[in-house]
């Protein structure tokens, strides 16, 4: 445009002579044109029929028609295809290689080609999958000079519901079919997480949750904080190192899968150790950070990083030697993370393989703390004159996740379950325990404190253990507190027994239900 407006301007003072002759603008456009067609790469549509590469689908189809005597917009027609019947065709005629008179020959119905299985490309970019068979039939029209304008408004009203009933019916026949494809994979993991343990569990839970109604919980693993709280949690960091680089023998050579892996740092762990392979996993967004930081380390020709609940994805390997996960909850089973490594375990770990940690369990004790119980339980009963105690029935049921001074201990802690995670089922991670607490102290206990502690010994020459518990150092798992209603009386020495059941609420199945039948009282408490 600036141009035109600076020749114009010569050509008033006369200078026009010395400008070279431009062309007009249509000229100008179709030489543009012209040259983007040189600077395109050469498309190849290959012949239904035989071998030969054509430069266009139109040219496709004039061969098909003069050299194999088969006109497909003539199939087109005379079937009624829509959309989904026309690429059928397409991939059937390719995947079975029919010859160009079979299509001649064909009844109205059935057609060979209505399975859904033809759905599926045979050709990769298959130019004539891409092309729409309306339009088709369109250009046939136009070059036998009947106009598509001269269709009836009635027609072209016919047309148009008739494709709507074909959406919706696509629609439709999508959505029957993966509610199918849903329900496959979940018999498909049922059989596979059940497998020889004898026992009928339903899948439990976090396998079954689609990936749009676990959003929440990978969404909240895609913010940086919670990585930076778990990298600065020492003892649950070096522990996981310590127990790689003190073993190595354990990880020389072998192909390693890190469930969860979140910034990557076990798979970099795993790869020092001596591994020769690692494959990091993870849903939430921070695998894109993962994946800059194993570059930084110079370790993406070791570590594969993938994208994707383990549910849901392939690993590139049929089994791996060993598998890595920091999958530890609130109270060890809150989010329900081991549900997914044991997935991975029974799908892809290979025979004589480990999972680390190999062992955990949870241990409870006794907590007589009267300033906590009178800042969370007793302040109901007076808040600024009013009598508020109606609220201890929605607080109370609430499991406090906080540091437990050791102090307030009153009683020798006991192991109410342990888990080998090379062998536990599915079904195992719902229970029941009955338990006895020893008290050490004559007082009021307050509150029941729930913790966990991790084993890595499996073929390991140098072990490595930590606790969550209120006696050592602390760390971002805290500990678990299930306030009392009403505090109970104890003596030193003598023995405070109950029953505990955990189970997962069905209806949030990454939270807990926990259930303490002590004394006289029983009591529901949830984890979420």
């Known amino acids: 445009m600036a141009e035109n407006t600076d020749a114009r301007e010569f050509e008033c003072d006369g200078a026009h002579d010395d400008m070279p002759e431009l062309s007009d603008g249509d000229d100008d456009e179709g030489q543009w044109l012209e040259e983007e067609e040189e600077d395109r790469p050469p498309v190849n549509v290959t012949c239904l029929f035989c071998d030969r590469s054509l430069t266009s689908v139109p040219a496709a189809l004039q061969h098909c028609a003069g050299e194999h005597q088969v006109n497909l917009v003539d199939v087109l027609r005379r079937h009624n295809l829509d959309d989904y019947g026309y690429i059928k065709m397409i991939n059937f005629i390719r995947s079975t290689k029919c010859a160009a008179s079979f299509l001649t020959g064909l009844p109205d119905a059935p057609l060979p080609w209505e399975s859904e299985d033809f759905l599926r490309p045979v050709l990769q970019d298959d130019l004539l999958l891409q092309t729409d068979p309306e339009e088709l039939c369109e250009d046939s029209c136009a070059s036998t000079g009947v106009s598509p304008g001269a269709e009836s408004h009635d027609a072209l009203q016919r047309r148009a519901q008739a494709a709507e009933e074909r959406a919706r019916s696509s629609e439709e026949a999508l959505t029957r079919a993966m509610d199918d494809l849903h329900k496959l994979k979940l018999l498909a993991q049922g059989l596979v997480l059940n497998a020889g343990s004898g026992k009928s569990g339903n899948l439990g839970s976090v396998a079954e949750l689609r990936e749009d109604e676990d959003e929440a919980y990978f969404g909240s693993y895609g913010h940086y904080g919670i990585h930076e709280e778990m990298l600065k949690d020492k003892v649950r960091t070096e522990s996981y190192r310590d127990f790689m680089y003190r073993n190595p023998d354990a990880f020389r050579d072998k192909v390693v899968l890190d469930v969860g892996c979140g910034t990557g740092i076990l798979s970099m762990f795993a790869a020092r150790a001596g591994a020769k392979q690692v494959i990091a996993v993870d849903q939430s967004e921070i695998i894109y950070q993962a994946m800059d930081i194993v570059r930084s380390n110079q370790l993406e020709d070791k570590i594969t990083l993938i994208k994707g609940r383990i549910e849901d994805i392939q690993l590139p390997v049929q089994t791996v030697d060993i598998i890595i996960s920091e999958w530890m909850g609130y109270f060890l089973l809150f989010e329900s993370m081991l549900d997914s490594v044991l997935y991975a375990r029974d799908l892809y770990l290979a025979d004589g393989g480990s999972v680390y940690p190999d062992l955990c369990n949870i241990s409870l ?23 508020m105690g109606c609220m201890k029935k929605a607080v109370v049921p609430e499991a406090v996740v906080e540091v437990v001074k050791d102090d307030t201990l009153i009683s020798e802690p006991a192991v109410i379950q342990t888990f080998d995670c090379n062998r536990v089922c599915l079904s195992d991670l719902e229970f029941a325990s009955e338990f006895s607490l020893k008290i050490t102290a004559s007082t009021e206990c307050t509150a ?5 502690d991790i084993f890595f010994e499996k073929g390991c020459g140098n072990k490595v253990m930590f606790s969550t518990g209120p006696q050592v150092t602390k760390t971002h798992w805290k500990q678990t507190v299930f306030l009392l209603e009403r505090p109970v009386s104890v003596q030193a020495g003598e023995e405070l027994r109950g029953k505990i059941i955990v189970r997962k609420n069905k209806k949030d199945p990454r939270s807990l239900w926990v259930t303490f039948d002590l004394g006289d009282g029983k009591q529901t408490y949830s984890l979420q």
């Open 448 to 452: 029941i404190v729930g913790y966990f």
């Open 365 to 387: 004790a006794a907590v007589g703390d009267a300033q906590k119980h009178q800042e969370h339980i007793a302040f109901w009963d007076d808040v600024y004159g009013f009598n």
